[in-house]
């Protein structure tokens, strides 16, 4: 679900704007990480705790 929220919020974000999306789920660093390469987006992944904080920037 936070993938697919990500996507949605990304559409109102200018090219070279970023996202930060905060996650509990366990596969969302892999999903946003695949998400960002097919999509030509950058993605930083920081974990603290059970937290996943992803920074993305648009392409």
């Avoid at 200018?14 to 969302?28: F, M, R, Y």
């Amino acid at each position: 679900m936070p993938l697919l929220m990500a996507k949605r919020a990304l559409r109102d974000v200018p090219s070279g704007g970023v996202l930060v999306v905060l996650s509990t789920d366990a596969g969302s660093e892999r999903d946003f990480e695949s998400f960002a390469r097919l999509a030509g987006h950058t993605v930083r992944c920081e974990r603290s705790g059970d937290e996943l904080q992803l920074t993305i920037t648009k392409a």
